[in-house]
């Protein structure tokens, strides 16, 4: 049996980094996270009409049921929700989610939990199994990266020795799209693992955030060096308030200077709720991302890794 959104919401929250306990009460997580799972979780593993769509758009011919979301017992004390994923909507990436579960990983379960994944979407020929833990990069040998999610509060994040005329502002236009996808073109042919790692935002996202007041240009002396943008909510906030980082893009010329280090706290600062935490998922092989974001004063509160699936 399925369990509720709140039993999973507690489960969930269990789970969470000791750190980010102290974030928010356990009430308004809870809250949180029941109407995340309840809205994609449950859902996906209910509702044969989105279970067909998804089939159509992703697996032609293949049954409804290869699509739905399964609560499956993995051993005596632990259960999960399989979930068949794949990249970007992209077909020839499939893989499969195994993050809701009644307890912790441990590094003993990833048998059990890859042959549950392949035992109920084999059809689609997954690549990898992802799961979700609050333990450090590295912790599970055998596994691989993925993203890790960066965080701290809003009120934690002072801007400290910003260098002269770097500034963000915010804008409601996208007018700079096209130079910030020459930008992510310009760092993927320098650095070829990136393009895996990272990706520009979508038009419509980042108009979204610019409606929303939520998008800023970063300038330099007043030239525009790149964007910066969040979203106030989403299914990447581990049920705490959030504004997620949707966007950190700076054009070639501006990168290598050490500006992208202040890039998360000025953006913390331009935001209208203070009191909120500033979220974003970062590859873990993202070092220079990676880097940026925790000298800016982030924290590394857990996230996905990988388990290689042979079919």
């Not at 859902?43 to 758009?57: E, F």
């Not at 955030?209 to 939520?214: D, F, I, P, R, T």
């Amino acid at each position: 049996m399925i369990p509720t959104p709140r039993e999973l919401a507690g489960y969930t929250l269990e789970r969470q980094h000791p750190l980010s306990r102290a974030w928010a009460d356990d009430a308004t997580r809870l809250d949180a996270l029941a109407k995340q799972h309840e809205e994609v979780d449950i859902l996906l593993a209910t509702d044969r009409d989105i279970a067909a769509a998804r089939v159509a758009k992703t697996a032609p011919g293949t049954p409804i049921e290869s699509m739905l979301n399964y609560w499956v017992p993995v051993c005596d004390d632990l259960s999960a929700m399989v979930s068949m994923r794949f990249e970007g909507m992209d077909p020839t990436k499939p893989f499969v989610d195994a993050s809701p579960m009644s307890r912790a990983l441990r590094t003993e379960d990833l048998p059990a939990l890859a042959a549950a994944a392949t035992q109920y979407y084999a059809i689609h020929n997954p690549t990898y199994l992802r799961l979700w833990s609050a333990e450090p990069v590295g912790a599970f040998p055998g596994t691989g990266p993925d993203r890790r999610f960066l965080a701290a509060p809003i009120e934690q994040l002072l801007p400290r020795d910003v260098p002269p005329g770097l500034d963000v502002t915010p804008v409601r236009n996208v007018d700079h799209y096209d130079d910030a996808r020459r930008a992510y073109d310009a760092v993927d042919h320098a650095h070829p693992a990136h393009v895996v790692q990272a990706h520009l935002q979508d038009r419509e996202d980042l108009e979204e955030s610019a409606e929303a007041g939520l998008l800023l240009d970063v300038t330099v002396d007043g030239a525009w060096a790149g964007y910066v943008s969040a979203l106030a909510d989403g299914e990447d906030t581990l049920g705490l308030p959030a504004y997620i980082v949707q966007e950190i893009i700076l054009v070639p010329e501006y990168r290598g200077r050490g500006l992208g280090t202040h890039l998360s706290t000025l953006m913390a600062q331009a935001l209208p709720d203070p009191s909120r935490i500033l979220i974003g998922c970062i590859h873990a092989d993202n070092t220079g991302a990676i880097q940026a974001a925790t000298t800016a004063g982030r924290q590394d509160v857990g996230g996905w890794l990988q388990v290689p699936l042979t079919n």
